[in-house]
Every structure is written in structure tokens, then in C-alpha cells.
């Protein structure tokens, strides 16, 4: 017996053997090392992507900041400098073909509509909104807060052209022929959005507000997971690099606004409880879970969206030195848009609304009696511009570095083109990336970023077809695909969609 299993196991060994000599060669990874390498660059770009995408949020984070509070700090000091022009203006004598500059004017209708708007708010009732609001069951709630994150977007895209064209409609040149229907439409249909986007976003903060007292916390476990529903209908879509771009502006407006949402629901809900602080220390939680939520579905939605699109970390980069360029370009002395204005573009950040709603709710939750009270709001009211002025000057220096990074230096000297599309509409509109560079002119940033006055040319009249129509009117039916960051606004269609 021990014989047959010596024999049997010799036996065993020759067939071990004869199937090592047939697999002798084996299989080596280096054969493919092209596929392997590639592998490898995407666990590497979905390691940085948290990093680069954070860096993105946080400078966008602060030029939302920077535009919001400008409303705050520093309008309310523009239009007394414009009032204090026109009522000098007898006395001092006119000169010149413009009582303001237009960008006076567009001040003294931004200070204008706040007022105006923050006057009609004042007949709208937050508590009953709010009982109205916690009154509906949960699932109705859910698909309110989806039809009002719907109606932001669309309510906004519309809401920029309208105030863009009161801007226009109130400082085109005289000599020019107008075809608009005239200043006071335009703002009455100014005013009409902006008090409509500010209801709009009262529903959503009394929504957030009901979610956040309520005892089970079911709805705002409901609203979170909403967050994670966006990662299903992103992800698994072709993106481009405008895509990601537009998409990535949005991310930024969403999350600056859930910050001033959730200061909203923290200030209402502190005025319920006498401001005792304890009350805040159990709210901070709750605003710790939505503030995590929204970083971590960012960070997952853009991971996977880079890896399956093949988009490397580095357009981030790209991204920010967009965003930087605005800042830049907007304090040069030949700027022909405000920055506040150029972000709303950009991303979609309409400060006047959400202003509206904040002065509302800080007047109807904080009590000014008295002359220490008083003198407590100008201090506030000194540290708000102090934290403006400092912001600036951070963001103008981060911009300038990554302006230079990027080599866009030489863009900041061309002057935006002209034509008899853009001249009737909206200037601001036009894209400097289209423009032509003034001639004698470097390319140099320098440190302390005061940009010359650049030389006035004179801009060519547009030809005329064999009908007597521009040319350019034809062209706009057929516009070629936009490729420049520089030309990409939030709703601006890139391929075939808007993300």
C-alpha cells in the first residue's frame, strides 16, 4: 500500500510538471503597459480631484462673497457719491454729454430696485409662510423644494437678461437709434423679478427651516438624499470641458447660497428661542450634516464625472484662472462691466435677491431700539466693509497669480469687439477673448494692477449684404461652438445641453 501511494504521488508530480512546461511563459503586465499606465493616471486624478476641486470652491466661494457684499458695503456709499453729484450739479455746472456715468446710473437702479423691493417684502409674512409651508406632509414638501430648485435655475437665466438690459437700455449713447421699449418698462420688469426671485427663495429658506424642526428630521434626511440623486443624473453622461466648467459654476452659487440659506433658518430660528445660545449648539449638527452632504457629493460627482470622461485634475486650474480673469479684467480702467455683474453671468449669482430676503429677515429678527444700538450697527456696518475691502485685496492678488499662471495676461489688453448685434442689446455680453489686441500695446501685468488707459480706435461699421442687412445678423443663426472658457456663461448652451 505505502508502495501504490508512492506511485500515485510520483504520478501526481509528472502532471504538475507537464502543466508548468505548457504554461511555462506565464503572463507579465508589462506586455500592456500602456493600459496599466493608464489605469493607474485615473486612481491618481480621482485622488487629487478633492483638493483641486476644493481650491475651486473656495476661491469661487469668496468671489460670490466679495460680489454679495459689495451690495452691503460698498452701493450704499456709490449711490450717495452719484446723489451727491446730481443734486451738486446746478451749482457746479454741466459739462460734458451725460449727467452720471453709466456706471452711476447702473448703481442708482441697483440702489433703487434693492429699496423698492426690500419695501414690498415687508407686506409678505415669513411666520405664515413658514406655518403654511409645515403644514403639508413630506412627500409634498419633497417635491416642492424639487420645483423650487427648478424654478431657481430658470427664474435666474431669465432674470440676468433683464437686469442686463435696463443696464443697457438706461446708458446707451443718445445719438444712437434705440429700438427698446424705454427705461421704465425695463425696470418695472426689473423690480418684478427681483421681488419674484426673493419670494422664491423665502419658500426655499422656510422649507429648509421646517426640515430642520422637525421632530424626526425625516424631511431633511429626504433633502439630503436629494443631493445624492444628483450624482445618478450626472455621472453617467458624456461631458466636455464647458460642461464640467458650467457645471462646476453651479456647484459654487449652490453651495454660497445654502450658506446664506442656512444662516437664514439659524437666524429665525434664534429670534423663536430669545437668542439663547444653547439652542444654536443643537442647530449646529443638523447645518454640519447639510454642509458634509454637499461637500461629499461634489467631491464624488466630479471624481467619477473626470474618470469616465477622461478629464484630467488640472482642468480645475484652468477653471479658477477663468474666474481670476474676471476679477482682473474688471478693475482695469477700460472695463467695459462691473464685477458683480460678471459673476452673475458667469455663474449664475444674482446678490440682489438674496440680499433683499437677508435685510428682510435681519430687520424682522433683530430689534434696533436706542442710541447703543445704533451705534453697534455702525460698527457692524464698519467691519462689513473692512471684511470687503480686505477680501478684495486677497482676491485681487490670487487672481493676478493665476492670471499669470495661465499666461492670460496678454487678453487682459484686448479691448471687447463691437458689432451692430451686440451694440443694440447687451455690451456686456461680448467676449474680450474674440477681441483684437491694441496695437504698440505689452503684455505686462504688473504687481500693483493699474492697467493704463488704452488708446480709443475707431470701431469699423458693419457691412452691409446686397439686402442692406448686416452681415452679422445672418451669422447668428448659425453661431460656431464656443471652445474659450473666457466665452462660457452659466447658461450658455455648450454641444447640446446646459449643465
Not at 46 to 63: A, H, Q, S, T, V
Not at 106 to 122: E, N, P, R, T, Y
Request: glycine fraction near 4%; charged fraction near 20%; hydrophobic fraction near 40%.
Amino acid at each position: 500500500k505505502s508502495k501504490q501511494g508512492l506511485d500515485y504521488v510520483s504520478t501526481f508530480i509528472v502532471h504538475i510538471k507537464k502543466i508548468q512546461s505548457k504554461n511555462k511563459k506565464g503572463y507579465f503586465l508589462e506586455h500592456n503597459e500602456a493600459k496599466y499606465t493608464e489605469r493607474r493616471e485615473r486612481v491618481y486624478t480621482c485622488m487629487r480631484i478633492p483638493k483641486e476641486l476644493e481650491k475651486l470652491m473656495i476661491f469661487g466661494f469668496f468671489l460670490c462673497a466679495d460680489a454679495f457684499l459689495y451690495i452691503f458695503t460698498l452701493l450704499p456709499l456709490r449711490v450717495l457719491l452719484a446723489l451727491l453729484r446730481l443734486f451738486t450739479l446746478p451749482c457746479c455746472g454741466f459739462s460734458g454729454s451725460r449727467l452720471l456715468q453709466p456706471a452711476q446710473v447702473c448703481d442708482m437702479l441697483k440702489g433703487l430696485i434693492l429699496v423698492l423691493c426690500f419695501s414690498m417684502m415687508h407686506y409678505v409674512d415669513y411666520s405664515m409662510m413658514y406655518h403654511l409651508i409645515r403644514g403639508q406632509s413630506v412627500i409634498k414638501l419633497y417635491i416642492i423644494y424639487n420645483m423650487l430648485e427648478v424654478a431657481d435655475r430658470l427664474i435666474s437665466s431669465f432674470g440676468q437678461d433683464i437686469l442686463d438690459a435696463l443696464y443697457w437700455t438706461a446708458t446707451e449713447p443718445k445719438e444712437r437709434k434705440r429700438d427698446s421699449i424705454g427705461v421704465i418698462p425695463h425696470f418695472v420688469m426689473a423690480v418684478s423679478y427681483v421681488f419674484i426671485h426673493s419670494i422664491l427663495i423665502m419658500v426655499q429658506a422656510s422649507t429648509l427651516n421646517v426640515a430642520f424642526n422637525s421632530h424626526n428630521k425625516s424631511l431633511l434626511t429626504i433633502m439630503m438624499s436629494n443631493n445624492f440623486v444628483e450624482i445618478k443624473g450626472s455621472v453617467f453622461k458624456k461631458f466636455e470641458k464647458n460642461n464640467l466648467f458650467q457645471m462646476s459654476n453651479s456647484d459654487i452659487k449652490e453651495r454660497f447660497t445654502s450658506y446664506v440659506l442656512l444662516l437664514i433658518v439659524c437666524l429665525r430660528n434664534m429670534e423663536q428661542f430669545s437668542w439663547n445660545p444653547d439652542h444654536l449648539w443643537a442647530l449646529l449638527p443638523d447645518v454640519f450634516m447639510v454642509v458634509a452632504s454637499e461637500v461629499v457629493v461634489d467631491v464624488i460627482k466630479h471624481a467619477f464625472i473626470t474618470k469616465f470622461n477622461d478629464i484630467p485634475a488640472d482642468v480645475y486650474s484652468e477653471y479658477r484662472a477663468s474666474l481670476a480673469f474676471d476679477l482682473v479684467s474688471s478693475r482695469q480702467t477700460n472695463a467695459y462691466t462691473d464685477y458683480s455683474d460678471s459673476v452673475a453671468r458667469r455663474m449664475g449669482f444674482i446678490p440682489l435677491p438674496l440680499a433683499v430676503l437677508l435685510i428682510r429677515v435681519v430687520m424682522s429678527s433683530v430689534k434696533v431700539q436706542g442710541a447703543l444700538s445704533y451705534t453697534c450697527v455702525f460698527l457692524f456696518y464698519l467691519g462689513l466693509v473692512t471684511l470687503k475691502v480686505l477680501n478684495s485685496i486677497v482676491l485681487l492678488g490670487k487672481s493676478c497669480v493665476y492670471v499669470k499662471r495661465a499666461n492670460m495676461e496678454d487678453k487682459l489688453f484686448e479691448k471687447p469687439s463691437t458689432s451692430s448685434s451686440s451694440s443694440t442689446k447687451s455690451p456686456s455680453k461680448t467676449d474680450p477673448s474674440r477681441c483684437a489686441k491694441p496695437p504698440g500695446k505689452g503684455a505686462i501685468l504688473h504687481s500693483s494692477l493699474t492697467v493704463g488707459p488704452q488708446p480709443e480706435t475707431e470701431l469699423p461699421e458693419p457691412s452691409l449684404s446686397n439686402e442692406g442687412e448686416p452681415i452679422e445678423a445672418s451669422e447668428l443663426k448659425h453661431k460656431p461652438p464656443k471652445n474659450d472658457l473666457l466665452e462660457i456663461d452659466r447658461f450658455t448652451i455648450c454641444g447640446n445641453r446646459i449643465d
